[in-house]
Structure formats: C-alpha cells, structure tokens
C-alpha cells in the first residue's frame, strides 16, 4: 500500500511472456519492472514469480495483436473495468506493486523491443503530465495526436 516511484527504470518482457513460471530472462528482471501478458495464471501468481526474480514492479498487460479485426473485443476499449483479484491461496505473499495496462500498449511495446533487438524500455513511474503541452513530450511511433 505504498506509493511506487522510479525514474529511468528498465521494463523487461518477460520470456516466457505470461510469466507462469519462473522466466528464462529472470537475470534481467532483478530490479526491473517486468511486463507481463495476461493469461496462463492469475496475477497474483505471475507477480509473485516476478518478485521472486527480483522485479521491482509488475505491470500485466493485454496480450491481443493489432489487428483491426481483433479490435472488437471490449479489451480495445478504454471503459474497460479489469479486476486484478487474488486467489484463495493466502500463501502468496506479494511484496511489489502490480498494474494493469489496458489496451494495445503492451503488445505494441514488446513487438517493438523484439523488432528493435533490445532487452528492455527504460520508463518512469509514475507518469505525471497533467501540465505538459501533448506536444512537448515524445510518443511511441504508434500514438498519434
């Protein structure tokens, strides 16, 4: 129940991506935030395998392509309610953050770090920019304003 601040941290796709078990790259998570497709496990088992490699932080995104076709699932809209609920099993012990990124964003990160060859992001958590111009700042290649 902290706050979670971070800046220039590395956000390292997990391999396997759905991180239901203990990833290959777990080297490369340890003081990361892991990126994690959902699906596989609950959540609470992917970021406690995350904790266990060393993350920092988990953010569990939605693993659908970008296909226009595929954009009629309600995991496209924004309005999307997702509940990160745990499981009965009260032996979990989580002591890291976990979010959800709703939407393309996390397909659209991991493609674009496998295409680009590289092993991770380097974000900033939290993102504030409540009074900062959309256009000072710079947007993947795939936000258009």
């Known amino acids: 129940n902290a706050s979670f601040s971070e800046k220039n941290i590395p956000l390292v796709p997990t391999i396997p991506s759905k991180c239901c078990e203990l990833p290959t790259n777990a080297a490369n998570l340890y003081g990361s935030v892991a990126l994690i497709e959902r699906g596989g496990c609950n959540f609470d088992?992917?970021?406690?395998?995350?904790?266990?490699?060393?993350?920092?932080?988990?953010?569990?995104?939605?693993?659908?392509?970008?296909?226009?076709?595929?954009?009629?699932?309600?995991?496209?809209?924004?309005?999307?309610?997702?509940?990160?609920?745990?499981?009965?099993?009260?032996?979990?012990?989580?002591?890291?953050?976990?979010?959800?990124?709703?939407?393309?964003?996390?397909?659209?990160?991991?493609?674009?770090?496998?295409?680009?060859?590289l092993p991770h992001a380097i974000i900033n958590i939290p993102v504030n920019l409540t009074f900062v111009h959309r256009n000072s700042f710079s947007r993947p290649t795939w936000v258009h304003v």
């Open 45 to 117: 088992k992917k970021t406690a395998i995350a904790e266990k490699a060393g993350a920092k932080a988990v953010i569990i995104s939605d693993y659908l392509l970008s296909v226009e076709s595929d954009r009629t699932s309600p995991i496209w809209k924004d309005f999307m309610y997702i509940d990160m609920a745990t499981t009965s099993d009260n032996s979990i012990d989580i002591n890291i953050p976990a979010g959800f990124l709703l939407g393309k964003n996390g397909r659209m990160i991991r493609d674009t770090l496998e295409r680009l060859n």
